[in-house]
């Protein structure tokens, strides 16, 4: 049964860093796509950053030279850095399986200005 944990969110001020944590379990991310998506209040859930299992990654351009995804295949975790936090980066961050519906719990990330 796949299950993924996210943690790592808070309340930060504009310019601080965070790194999220997403723990898997009933799959392997070394062997999967993984991504990393956000929603806000009233807009759609939206595409942040992305690892394939070879370890090419990509970023929304909104994040891009912000954000760092990264995975470490022994904790079997999967992580975004996030430095350089604006208020337009205050959402639910979930991690996600490309290809597989399942959806975590997520975890609040709030950057005061």
């Known amino acids: 049964q796949v299950q993924l944990v996210e943690s790592g969110g808070g309340l930060v001020q504009a310019g601080g860093s965070l790194r999220l944590s997403c723990a898997a379990s009933g799959v392997t991310v070394s062997r999967n796509h993984m991504a990393w998506f956000r929603q806000a209040p009233g807009n759609q859930r939206e595409l942040v950053a992305l690892?394939?299992?070879?370890?090419?990654?990509t970023y929304a351009d909104a994040v891009k030279g912000r954000f760092t995804i990264s995975r470490d295949n022994a904790k079997n975790t999967l992580y975004l850095q996030m430095n350089s936090l604006k208020p337009e980066d205050t959402a639910v961050y979930y991690c996600k399986i490309s290809g597989n519906p399942y959806w975590g719990q997520g975890t609040q990330v709030t950057v005061s200005s």
């Open positions: 690892i394939t299992n070879s370890g090419t990654t």
